[in-house]
């Protein structure tokens, strides 16, 4: 976010967010190598190329080039607001489509984050009494 903050006006957001793809890519490939245990030859077939294609290509860079787009086009503290709302969307969207179960884990989470999110825009100034000036 911090690179899409600085540059993001001044370069175009494509090109950016091509290079963050690249450089992802290369250090989850150099990492994936040295720690993860490779799969068999035989998995590699035509259909799992094109689904890991799909979901690195139409899911990841897609969804990063979105996310940058966005990102350019409001102030760093609105983005970073933004963003930190993934995780409770995550939840959100596991409980209601796949019917995870909430717990008051997960509701303390998000009872945090969102009044984090209220702190850091309001300030609670809305809770101090206003004065109203003597006539």
């Known amino acids: 976010m911090a690179v899409t903050a600085k540059y993001g006006r001044k370069m175009d957001i494509n090109v950016i967010t091509f290079w963050m793809f690249v450089g992802n890519g290369v250090l989850s490939l150099a990492t994936s190598l040295l ?6 030859l035989s998995v590699w077939t ?3 190329i094109s689904a890991m294609a799909f979901l ?3 899911c990841t860079c897609a969804a990063l080039l979105i996310q940058n787009v966005g990102l ?8 970073s ?3 930190s709302m993934e995780s409770p969307s ?3 969207f596991s409980v209601l489509l796949m019917g995870e179960a909430l717990t008051s884990r997960l509701l303390a989470g ?3 984050i969102f ?3 209220i702190l850091s825009e309001t300030h609670f100034d809305f809770l101090r009494r206003k004065s109203h000036p003597q006539l």
């Open 35 to 40: 720690f993860e245990t490779q799969a068999p």
């Open 46 to 48: 035509p259909s799992f």
């Open 56 to 58: 690195s290509v139409g």
């Open 72 to 79: 350019a086009h409001v102030s760093a503290s609105t983005g």
């Open 81 to 83: 607001l933004l963003l």
């Open 90 to 92: 995550g939840v959100l």
């Open 110 to 112: 998000f009872a945090l």
């Open 115 to 117: 009044l984090s999110i």
